[in-house]
């Protein structure tokens, strides 16, 4: 970390910074690495918090590397990341499915006791538990049932899937990759030479890509409805609830693009600032709206998914439909709040 | 029409602002009267629009008229408005079953099509002609089909019922008081003293009265949740989505007081200025909000209770989950939007 330069422009070389972020990242990979190894993340479905957490840093830092890779690629051996990168995306891919399974349980059954009216929420009971406190109904506790062994079914495939990866040869290599660039980052020639002193060079600096992957975010954010995103109750969301397509609502996909290209432009920012960047609220906020987007929009596909399972009640049906309506509303409330954190920003800082 | 005074504190009697308004309301009910039974609103469910703007005209005029009798009861004969405001209640209610059926029947078949993502709506189409154009699934569609069977069964009886009242003797009784009404309004004597000359009569006066009813609107309207309706997407219209109770629910309750309340609100305007009333933009918005609120809150229960239907297809029942969400939804944009149209006109007119 002692090679970060506050201001990259100042600085000598455009490429110090960004051999020092990638070398802490790859550094946090194989450390988060040994964590999960000694803390058995092998064990259960239900690991120890510190093989949850290892999981954890071995997603972030992954993205991190990968999202690195991918901004600043000009100023990177082009053969060597982009052998690399779709290595990592699929490695943080094999993590993050387990965690989401998780994450998508909880929510769906949290929403199921918020909508009867209960407001205590046992994470650990069983279904039959809860049932017979009276606070569920028998559809909400028999939908309930339905998606906990649903999606603990897809979690323990996601974690024996998660375990056989980081088992594989395939994942050795990503390891061995990672190693290299903990000691030597693959920069260009042009990376190495100081970007204040040429104007060839000056194109392929940190703050030219770093601008670029902020003007990508901007356009996908102005493809988004914003204008029907900041109108409350505008019931846009739900506009497919009950078409016959079984495929991801299409109207989705510019959100889960803009939170992609979000995160990019966050990651860049890191690099550019190092340990002394600034906590950007807005980019907080309009993060964290598009992180709820995408969970309600999974949740919803989930609890259609199930109401298509044979043979279920009626009454597990509707408590399904019920849900899954819910969760769409979620998605439209969790737009216009990404909204609000655009707009609000824009206007605050001309 | 004539002996309506613009300013009641002006003129001389405070009965005669209020005489005029029960005789034109009174003239107004036996002239529909007249023309529902002139234009066969004993025909069909179905009936022509002029059965229908009859049967309007009849509910509107009898629910002024009742709650005129309440607002102003000191000014008129206690024995005979007491008596009389039940059967009007009686009968505007009984009116208002069948026009209420067929509303929710196409609000229910509107908003099953909103969420198939079909724009057309064949009002008048069957569910098996909407379901070959294959814009909607399945379950939608039984759904539809469903709702459309059994709230055309409710509107026939409501209709039965109807016509059934209009020729029963109690209602011959109402006919009667209303038509005494038209001619001879039973005031008292105070209603009958000139407002302005006795300290006494001034507190029965008209507009005390009125402001006494304005009163119980803004004492009704502090009541409500308006923080939290004001915040969106705040998700509390769907608490009890899927709770046992199959009763109304309870939350809707001060809302739809507030609706009666705003009404007895207008009416007392009406009959202050009468003719000359001013259209007051928030009323009107208010109310109109609250009328969405109480048909949103049917339309959902009417799902709610569909979705129970013995034997019924879980698509079916997955469709009608989703149509409650959707319903309750709508019942918290609703609470939103009157949030909005009161607190905005208190603040412009301080």
Redesign the interface.
Known sequence: MAQQHLDPTAGPVAGDALAAYLRAQATEFLRALRQHRETGGAAAVNGSKEAVDAARSLRRSARRISGTLHTFRPLLDEGWSEAMRPELAWLSGTLAREHAYGARQERLLAA?H????SAAFPSQASSEVRAEK?Q??V??AKAGALLERQLTLARTRAHSAALQALGSSRFHAVADNVAVLASEVPLTAAATTAATTATATASAGLKPLAAAAEDRLCDAVTGLPLVTAGH??N?EA???????DTAPQPQDAPWHQVRLLLRLHRYAREVLFGDEVRLDVRLLNAGKALDRHRDAAEAAAAAASA?RTPR???????????????QR?EV??AR?TFQRAWMRETVGTP
Chains 1, 2 share one sequence.
């Open positions: 199921l918020r909508l009867s009216g009276g569920l109904t559809g909400a409350p109750y019931s739900l506009v497919h609830g009950l078409s016959a109401a279920i009640a009626p009454a597990t049906a509707y408590a399904l439909g019920v849900l899954h309506a819910d509303h439209e409330a216009f």
